[in-house]
């Protein structure tokens, strides 16, 4: 027995669309929900059909659902860096917003809609923010209007949620968010015995359950793995074009072009890998003019899972 990958396609949308128990766990240990203030009820919405825009169709926006209070959520998993993610995330929150007014009704009767956006990447890398000597955005950052100068909370309407996956790292998982989040990076490879000892909530051993890949039919099964494919085929793409942006670097006899077109498509390799390099890897990188070793690098980046394999 072993376990789907939660980031997938259908994975996600079997579990997370259709199963209002483990939905509630994962947003009330997102949002920090308990008490009164936790959602105890959810009724499910149907998927908006939003406009096809190459490489958006590696993210799932039609787990939409809302709670007793008019809450609407927007859950949305994001496996690769596309560019205009963000853009991506604004839209559907504030047509979500716009969707909550039903004809005929006045303003007053809008309600609050939370867009709650897991990825499979860095948003926010650690070392770029240390680079340019801003603070660190933490695992999972919280994001709403506030009053500029003061900083005052003002119009909540509209909030979003974050969690980078990759910046659990290979510490331990602390606390309940930290432990889902090991859950979307490591079902496939988590051994079902031993999980048996380890503090999940009822939530979170229900979305394994479900995850359990003898549970799926040969058609889902299918539909999985043409959606791995679909995300391989992008990563591949990737690397086609940082091959193709080398070879016209050495054509042109650009030597440090050359080498500069290298360190691009290392970085952008990473990147899709959900790779965060160091400020001491961001160095080695810039320091390197040996064309093999950027090269030898790259050709790591097909199969890299952290920064190690990916300089080895």
Not at 147 to 169: D, H, M, N, S, W
Not at 178 to 183: C, D, M, N, S
Request: proline share 5%; glycine share 8%.
């Amino acid at each position: 027995m072993a376990y789907a990958d939660l980031k997938n396609d259908v994975v996600f949308r079997k579990i997370f669309g259709h199963h209002a128990d483990v939905t509630m766990g994962l947003l009330n240990d997102l949002l920090g929900r308990a008490g009164e203030q936790a959602i105890t009820a959810l009724e499910f919405l149907p998927p908006d059909q939003a406009p096809v825009v190459p490489g958006f169709k590696y993210s799932i926006v039609d787990v939409k659902c809302r709670d007793a209070s008019g809450t609407t959520f927007v859950v949305e998993m994001q496996v690769l860096p596309v560019t205009g993610f963000l853009n991506r995330v604004v839209y559907n929150a504030c047509k979500a917003y716009v969707g909550t007014l039903v004809r005929g009704a006045g303003y007053h009767a809008l309600t609050d809609v939370v867009a709650v956006s897991l990825c499979d990447f860095e948003l926010w890398p650690d070392a770029e923010r240390d680079r340019a000597g801003q603070p660190r955005v933490p695992l999972r950052s919280r994001w709403e209007m506030t009053e500029r100068t003061a900083g005052g909370l003002g119009i909540p309407q509209v909030q979003y949620l974050f969690v980078e996956l990759p910046k659990l790292g290979d510490r331990v998982p602390a606390d309940e968010v930290e432990r889902w989040v090991a859950l979307f990076r490591a079902a496939p490879i988590l051994d079902p015995g031993e999980m048996a000892a380890v503090p999940l909530t009822n939530a979170q051993r229900h979305c394994l359950a479900l995850a359990q890949e003898e549970t799926f039919t040969p058609a889902e099964r299918d539909a999985i793995a043409r959606a791995h494919e679909e995300v391989d085929q992008f990563r591949r793409t990737v690397l086609a074009e940082s091959a193709r942006a080398r070879t016209e670097g050495r054509t042109e006899g650009r030597a440090e072009g050359s080498l500069a077109g290298r360190r691009e498509a290392l970085r952008t390799l990473a990147r899709v890998a959900g790779i965060t390099p160091s400020a001491q890897d961001e160095a080695r990188i810039d320091g390197c003019a040996d064309a093999a070793t950027l090269d030898r690098w790259i050709a790591n980046g097909r199969a890299a899972r952290d920064a190690g394999e990916l300089f080895g």
